[in-house]
């Protein structure tokens, strides 16, 4: 059964976070080098790119299932790009390129409406200005039997957590304090929400924890 | 030469917190059996609650150096007792019974002037009214060249963080998820502090971390 998923989040342990798209070519600072550090050296991330080999160990089996069986995905619109308020034109595209990780209808949350953009590879980013329920709506039709990953940013993911509609949680806690940033875990009650740790897997470079609902 | 040192400090990874002290007899609700899984099996804790045995371990490494070399305590008054407001009388001794963990001079943070109390084994809880700053001067004459240990509460520790009155910060990141509790982290930037990882080890209780300033 499609499920609505957060995977492949990465967290600091002072709690700060970000998920693995943002790191394509995404400058997120220091963020990026310090959380993913468990991500850059898999298969899955070297394919992302468009390049052979990488490790197939306990990092590259959460790599792989953070980006596979998704048929859908929403992004807050800080994710998709720098801009607010208005889209003055179509010019910007998102951070990745031509050819976007997501090879999905991709689902843009903002206020402002927009036409949906055709891209390489099977991503189409549709604008959701109707909220956060009737864009999950959207993304489990268009996902069909597969799930809807919700991307990120955090914002984003605390949104959906707060409203009870995701079933399971992958994070990656790395050994790393980043000091600031956006915190993921502030009045966010996760056993209270029905979660549980259903895994946990330590690697010489994060922890690795998939909490279930119910 | 002389700490002031954070030591076998629990953490939740959703970031709730507690120290060592207080799951000797302080009923802590789901705290104590859920962040200090790592403590439990330990040589330390079990001489401790002088019972012979326990594990001579990773976690017991990290367990007696949260216990040892200390000269003198810093605590909050809600982690010395559940009594608010005014000392009504000398009644309340502590969580910790007649001879409690310390075993040295220990300050306890209130605005209320209080007599000292002496306990046994060692341990004097003095009632330090002028603020952390005097506190801690007063815990450093005390421990002369031995470390002083800011056992908590959370409040505390923050208190002294922000300050940047604290050396050495030894947690134990343990897997599991709280929901709600007192958040160690918002505001405190540790990078910004001065304080990077110099030790990380993970066992299967706990993923032990030790933070260095300077």
């Known amino acids: ?125 549709y604008f959701a200005t109707g909220g956060i329920h009737e864009a999950l709506s959207r993304a489990k039709e268009a996902a069909g039997d597969k799930d809807v990953k919700i991307g990120g940013g955090v914002s984003t993911v605390r949104q959906y957590l707060r409203a009870s509609l995701i079933d399971s949680l992958q994070f990656a806690f790395a050994t790393v304090f980043l000091g600031q940033g956006e915190a993921l875990f502030p009045g966010i009650d996760l056993p209270a929400l029905g979660f549980s740790i259903t895994e946990r897997v330590t690697t010489p470079f994060a922890t690795h924890v998939v909490l279930t609902k119910g």
Not at 17 to 32: C, F, H, R, T
């Open 1 to 125: 059964m499609s499920k609505v998923r957060v995977a492949g989040f990465g967290v600091s342990l002072d709690g700060y976070s970000a998920g693995i798209e943002q790191s394509l070519e995404n400058p997120l600072g220091k963020v990026g080098p310090e959380i993913f550090q468990w991500f850059f050296h898999t298969k899955t991330f070297r394919a992302m790119h468009g390049q052979a080999g990488g490790s197939v160990d306990v990092d590259e089996s959460f790599a792989s299932r953070a980006m596979e069986n998704f048929g859908a995905f929403i992004l807050g619109r800080n994710m998709f790009g720098p801009i607010r308020g208005p889209w003055l034109d179509d010019a910007w595209k998102g951070w990745w390129g031509a050819n976007p990780p997501y090879h999905a209808p991709t689902f843009v949350l903002t206020h402002h409406a927009r036409k949906p953009l055709v891209m390489e590879g099977g991503t189409t980013f």
